[in-house]
């Protein structure tokens, strides 16, 4: 038996599990109720993500690149910048969507009326996230190198579904009064 056939497929493994573990241990690590303050889902909007949309755009590299005067190096120190600042953008994200999760789960259980299609549609909805999530870590990993742009709208959108989902939770007790 050749050794290549068994090495390879165990190398790209652990590859995949050092690529994955940080992702997933920021997607299922939870807030506490403590942690959501009431004046932070009072101003909660997802509309604040929408700039991650143009940060990577190319057209603003395409329109850099025929400036009069362009510099690769700056060309490639705003590139750096700009992927610095999405990914910024990105695990911020992963923490809000966190802590609706946790403010809509701790919402369905003291609630006295019966929710158990709204606690399956929460998960549902946190796999979708995760998968979201996933899928724009390996396009970011891709663009980095240059070989692929970075589409956020899936991880926005169920970010957005959450927190619909959040407020559209029949509570006995305002949203107002976790913890």
Not at 36 to 51: K, Q, R, V
Not at 115 to 139: D, E, G, T
Not at 156 to 167: D, F, G, P, V, Y
């Amino acid at each position: 038996m050749n050794p290549a056939l068994v090495i390879t497929p165990v190398l790209l493994f652990a590859a995949s599990l050092l690529f994955l573990l940080p992702i997933l241990l920021r997607l299922f690590t939870t807030c506490k109720v403590e942690d959501i303050s009431p004046e932070w889902l009072e101003t909660f909007s997802c509309s604040s993500y929408y700039a991650m949309e143009g940060l990577l755009s190319d057209e603003d590299f395409d329109f850099l690149s025929r400036q009069p005067g362009f510099d690769l190096s700056l060309y490639k120190k705003l590139r750096r910048d700009r992927l610095n600042i999405f990914k910024q953008y990105l695990d911020r994200l992963i923490l809000d969507f966190n802590r609706l999760h946790v403010a809509a789960r701790f919402l369905l259980a003291h609630s006295s009326r019966d929710s158990s299609h709204l606690v399956s549609r929460l998960a549902w909805l946190k796999v979708r996230f995760s998968v979201a999530v996933i899928q724009a870590h390996i396009s970011y990993a891709l663009c980095r190198f240059g070989l692929h742009s970075v589409s956020v709208r899936a991880v926005i959108r169920h970010l957005e579904e959450m927190s619909a989902q959040l407020r559209a939770i029949p509570a006995d007790n305002q949203l107002l009064s976790l913890g």
